[in-house]
């Protein structure tokens, strides 16, 4: 199935001071949001701003308690950020969602240019937006129905994959296989993995997406990850979003610049790449990662 995670949307209390993070020390460039003919979401340029095209890639949004009853939604995508997983068929997805008694708001295309929207919790109560690209201006989808498809974004980065926490990783799966349509993944660990215990445990981990690591990643919360792995973040825990950049060294050295407190973990959980965790100004955790 052509299935892609097509955004992160973070919660910031300062957008134009989260912008000069991603801008200024990660290193991406902004985009400019494309609207839909007419569109009247009352966000202005300190209310919402995003890096990536076709509004793919990161969203980056001030709280908007009202945003809900004035677009007539179940759920308030404004408050505590969301993923978006992008799909061929959006009314099926529906579908089943709503014969298996979820509440799902049906946005239409209200937000995004070419871009029809849903919004439901999973069983943890991560909100999901489930999109679909309605028309050319949507942008493109996956040429040949790959399952989460790279896309490469201006400067060479991309979005690796959204990680989700959940008490019952079998319940939570389940969600996604079976109503949202994914399909699971083979996880990659390099050798001698120190949290192979986790890697390799079904109860503990579970990935949708591709064989290197890329897509949906739904783990259990572990209290103790951040001590066991001397890190100074704890990534099992509320939940964070990984891009991948061309030249790690780089970002981390502008991290120092900063004087920002990362963790660099090395190569200790995914074949082939080396990760640094970082909350940005309004504590979303983000992890970057490079080739090695």
């Known amino acids: 199935m052509g299935w892609f995670i097509h955004h992160v949307n973070i919660e910031a209390h300062d957008v134009p001071q989260s912008v000069a993070f991603y801008r200024d020390v990660l290193g991406l460039k902004q985009g400019e949001w494309n609207y839909p003919e007419g569109a ?14 076709y509004n793919r890639g990161i969203h980056i949004v001030h709280p908007d308690a009202a945003f809900q009853k004035r677009h007539g939604l179940l759920h308030n995508p404004t408050v505590g950020g969301h993923f978006a997983i992008n799909v061929p068929d959006a009314e099926a997805v529906k579908q089943r969602l709503q014969t298996a008694g979820h509440l799902v708001s049906d946005a239409g295309t209200y ?5 029809r929207q849903l919004y439901v919790w999973d ?20 040429a040949n129905g790959e399952a989460h498809a790279k896309r490469i974004e201006r400067e060479g980065w991309h979005l690796h994959h959204i990680n989700i926490d959940a008490h019952r990783v079998a319940t939570a799966s389940q969600f996604y296989a079976s109503l949202i349509g994914l399909t699971e993944g083979e996880w990659q660990a390099p050798p001698d993995c120190p949290i192979a215990d986790i890697t390799g445990n079904r109860e503990a981990l579970v990935l949708f997406g591709n064989d290197d690591n890329r897509g949906l990643h739904v783990v259990r919360p572990q209290p103790d990850f951040a001590k066991r792995n001397n890190l100074d973040h704890n990534p099992t825990i509320g939940g964070h979003f990984a891009i991948q950049v061309d030249n790690l060294d780089a970002v981390a050295k502008r991290l120092d610049d900063a004087g920002l407190i990362y963790s660099d973990a090395g190569c200790y959980a995914m074949a082939g790449l080396r990760q640094l965790y970082v909350y940005d100004p309004s504590m979303n955790l983000v992890e970057i990662n490079g080739s090695i």
């Open 111 to 115: 937000a995004m240019a070419g871009v």
């Open 40 to 53: 009247e979401l009352g966000l202005g340029a300190d209310q919402l701003a995003v890096f990536g095209t």
């Open 123 to 142: 069983p943890f109560y991560n909100l999901v937006e489930i999109n679909a690209i309605v028309d050319e201006t949507g942008g493109p989808g996956p």
